[in-house]
């Protein structure tokens, strides 16, 4: 086997490999530091009252009211989307999409409750989450670049801040 | 109302299964579900094999040439010579159904290959690097020996059939491309018996052509000096037995036929 050879094999196998075992660890890495951040967050948040009431319970006072909305991007990274590809050969949860989901979706609600608090509201009511898929770049507009996570609801000043 | 904040289980959304334990879970399991099915695919072949007759494989594919050969000039001399030179060999194969096409594809590379309906295409490089007919002789005697046991359709019904399954699986993402390369390098080209099988006929032919088998092995000799550096490992080597043991192996085979080793060799102008 000459050098040339040797060469095509380790690109052929070698490199995806290195990138499959890279993307593991790096990803895992991320994944661990964002869910720290986002526990420490949500204990600092969770007496902020976060509602999907459409309607105001009868006793509270809305002072003012305003839209507030949180968003976030997330993307996939190599092994997860590797693991992904063999799973949809069998079927079944993709177990490595779940964190990524939910990753999104706390840190959505996270930065919408922040955002609030910034324009000095007092709770969030009608409170949603949406999703939408952003397309990749790629030329034949397949595969997926990443998933948006968009949290929004009613920021409301309260009369009374003992009410709510 | 009152709000109440509670502390909720941030854990009820992810999976407690460890990533690397998916992964090994799916790959191992997944192999071994394609290791099951290319095997019954493989099985399958042979089987049909059985009732396509070789008289009936030779007119289905009398005319044929395979995509991406490029074939040198039909009035070359070299391609009428080395017709010649082919169908000297195959009268010593007397029931064959075959009648045998040789093409010379314009390539550096040292190969030859069997392919349905008895064409032989021997590679332009295989050709500048002969040095006697009978060398030449041998390695054509060698693919004739591919036809005699089949191999040839054996193992184009196998690539065909592994490459529908799995583009069929996959619809042609990164997965596919990887088992797509493990299958060709494990599956192009014949098994070690079937290599040995053929040098026996092969052998065979040469000896009943010339009387002896002089020089029927020098290629290989030469070949294996070389240390292979002109040789496709992926595509050659991997099926093919080393070049040392095939031909340790061929001097045993003629010693025990009582073939003569040495004899006049005949010159290689003209190939």
């Known amino acids: ?164 | 109302m009152r709000f109440i904040p509670k502390k909720v289980d941030d854990s009820v959304n992810v999976s407690k299964e460890h990533p690397l334990v998916e992964a090994g879970t799916l790959v191992i399991g997944l192999t071994l579900i394609f290791a099951a099915i290319a095997a019954a695919l493989i099985l399958i072949v042979d089987l049909v094999l059985l009732f396509v007759s070789p008289e009936r494989e030779a007119a289905m594919f009398s005319n044929w040439l395979p995509d991406g050969i490029v074939a040198v000039e039909e009035e070359d001399k070299r391609v009428v010579a080395l017709q010649a030179l082919t169908t000297r060999l195959a009268r010593h194969w007397e029931d064959s159904p075959y009648e045998f096409r040789v093409e010379i594809s314009a390539d550096d590379d040292l190969n030859a290959m069997a392919l349905p309906g008895g064409l032989i295409i021997v590679t332009s490089g295989l050709l500048d690097s002969v040095e006697s007919e009978n060398e030449l002789a041998f390695v054509l005697g060698h693919e004739i020996g591919h036809f005699r046991n089949r191999d040839h359709i054996r193992a184009l019904g196998r690539g065909v059939v592994l490459t529908i399954f799995f583009v069929a699986i996959s619809g042609g993402d990164s997965v596919a491309n990887l088992s797509m390369t493990i299958s060709d390098l494990t599956l192009r080209g014949f098994s070690r018996g079937q290599e040995a099988d053929a040098d026996k006929f092969g052998l065979e032919l040469v000896y009943k052509e010339y009387g002896h088998v002089a020089e029927s092995w020098r290629f290989f000799e030469r070949v294996g000096d070389e240390d292979n550096a002109l040789i496709d490992i992926a595509a050659y080597l991997s099926t093919h037995p080393s070049p040392e043991d095939r031909v340790a192996r061929m001097i045993e085979l003629a010693e025990s036929n009582g073939w003569p080793v040495t004899g006049p060799v005949v010159e290689s102008e003209g190939y």
Do not use: C
């Not at chain 1, 009868?58 to 092994?79: K, Q």
């Open chain 1, 1 to 164: 086997m000459d050098g040339f050879e040797k060469l095509n094999v380790v690109l052929q196998f070698g490199l995806p490999f290195l990138i499959l075992v890279l993307a593991y660890f790096v990803g895992s890495m991320i994944e661990r530091r964002h869910f720290r951040n986002l526990r420490k967050r949500e204990a600092e948040a969770s007496g902020y009252p976060v509602i999907t009431f459409e309607t105001l319970p009868a006793d509270w006072t809305v002072g003012s009211t305003g839209l507030v909305s949180g968003n976030v991007v997330v993307s996939l990274d190599y092994f997860k989307r590797v693991i992904a590809g063999l799973r949809g050969l069998v079927g079944g949860r993709i177990k490595t999409y779940e964190p990524l989901l939910d990753r999104a979706r706390r840190e959505a609600m996270l930065r919408m409750i922040e955002s609030s608090r910034q324009s000095g509201y007092d709770a969030i009511v009608n409170v949603r989450l949406e999703t939408s898929r952003l397309a990749n770049s790629r030329r034949d507009g397949d595969g997926v670049a990443g998933v948006e996570m968009l949290a929004f609801g009613t920021g409301i000043t309260l009369k009374n801040r003992r009410q709510a």
